[in-house]
């Protein structure tokens, strides 16, 4: 069995992790130093280990810190690792934005959750309510080697679906590819777009639309757009009005150069931002 060491155990997506690898067939030890993190290990029954003593003889490490950490991070935990190890993040920025130590003997492996499906169909009330993912419900997951072997690339799909289970699909893709993914296209774009589409119902409350009307109004609506937009429903199409609507805020809060967000050097910034 691999030994594999979760660093950052305690934290919002190390926990998460930590919830699926602490019974799973891999050799974990968990390493969390905030006060707060080892509390909430705690109350799952996971004892937190030293890193000195356990990461120069794991398989795999995992980098659960924060974007913003795992320069300072890296620094401290990868030359620590034993030749041939293998080491994963769960986020392509630090790697985009050179942030990660660099080792030549060792493997980087990055992989990062796709979140269940607006079209998940789901047979419980507890995967229903999995809008994260990691517990019940179904999700795809995107992975990327950066450095390494064909057979760390399968070690560390192998533990990402165990850590991201249940897992539907697991799809290849290059670290650029993740950066256009994210944040780029999920974060730059469309959680700006959904946030504009939230505050426009907080505005039409403002105006006297009864809350619950809207937001019963706007979810549904939301609903059936998507599922025309994203093709599941093969050969519908939006209404004339509603196309004309469309065209009409396009002009009017759209900017036409808004695929910029995509260009390498836009990109590079999004990512140097947020590192």
Same mark, same amino acid.
Request: charged share 25%; net charge positive; glycine share 8%.
């Given at each position: 069995m691999?030994?594999?060491?979760?660093?950052?155990?305690?934290?919002? +997506?190390?926990? $998460?992790?930590?919830?699926?690898?602490?019974d799973s067939d891999y050799i974990v030890t968990f390493h969390e130093i905030a006060p707060t993190g080892i509390a909430r290990l705690a109350e799952k029954g996971i004892m937190v280990s030293e890193t000195g003593f356990c990461v120069p003889g794991s398989d795999i490490v995992i980098l659960a810190v924060p974007d913003v950490a795992l320069e300072k991070v890296s620094e401290e935990i990868i030359p620590a690792m $034993?030749?041939?190890?293998?080491?994963?993040?769960?986020?392509? !920025? !630090?790697?985009?934005?050179? =942030?990660?130590?660099?080792?030549?003997?060792?493997?980087?492996?990055?992989?990062?959750?796709?979140?269940?499906?607006i079209f998940n169909w789901e047979p419980t009330e507890e995967a229903v309510k999995d809008h994260f993912g990691g517990v019940a419900a179904k999700q795809a997951i995107v992975c990327a080697l950066m450095q390494g072997s064909e057979d760390d690339y399968s070690k560390?799909?192998?533990?990402? $679906?165990?850590?991201? %289970?249940?897992?539907?699909?697991?799809h290849r893709i290059t670290v650029e590819q993740m950066g256009l993914l994210e944040p780029a296209l999920v974060e730059t774009l469309a959680s700006t777009c959904v946030y504009v589409i939230r505050q426009g119902l907080d505005e039409v409350i403002k105006r006297g639309v009864p809350p619950e009307a809207?937001?019963?109004?706007?979810?549904?609506?939301?609903?059936? *757009? +998507?599922? &025309?937009?994203?093709?599941?429903?093969?050969?519908?199409?939006?209404?004339? !009005?509603?196309?004309? %609507?469309?065209?009409?805020?396009?002009?009017?809060?759209?900017?036409?150069?808004? =695929?910029? &967000?995509?260009?390498?050097?836009?990109?590079?910034? *999004?990512? +140097?931002?947020?590192?």
């Open positions: 691999l030994k594999v060491a979760l660093v950052g155990a305690g934290g919002k +997506m190390g926990l $998460r992790l930590a919830h699926n690898l602490k $034993r030749e041939g190890a293998l080491v994963i993040t769960l986020d392509p !920025a !630090a790697a985009l934005a050179g =942030k990660l130590f660099k080792r030549s003997d060792i493997a980087y492996f990055i992989t990062h959750p796709a979140h269940p499906s560390g799909e192998d533990l990402a $679906r165990t850590f991201y %289970a249940p897992v539907s699909r697991s809207a937001r019963d109004f706007l979810l549904g609506h939301l609903r059936i *757009q +998507m599922a &025309v937009l994203f093709d599941e429903l093969p050969g519908a199409v939006f209404s004339d !009005a509603a196309n004309k %609507a469309l065209q009409r805020g396009l002009k009017e809060f759209i900017k036409e150069d808004w =695929k910029k &967000v995509f260009e390498p050097d836009n990109v590079k910034d *999004q990512i +140097m931002s947020i590192t």
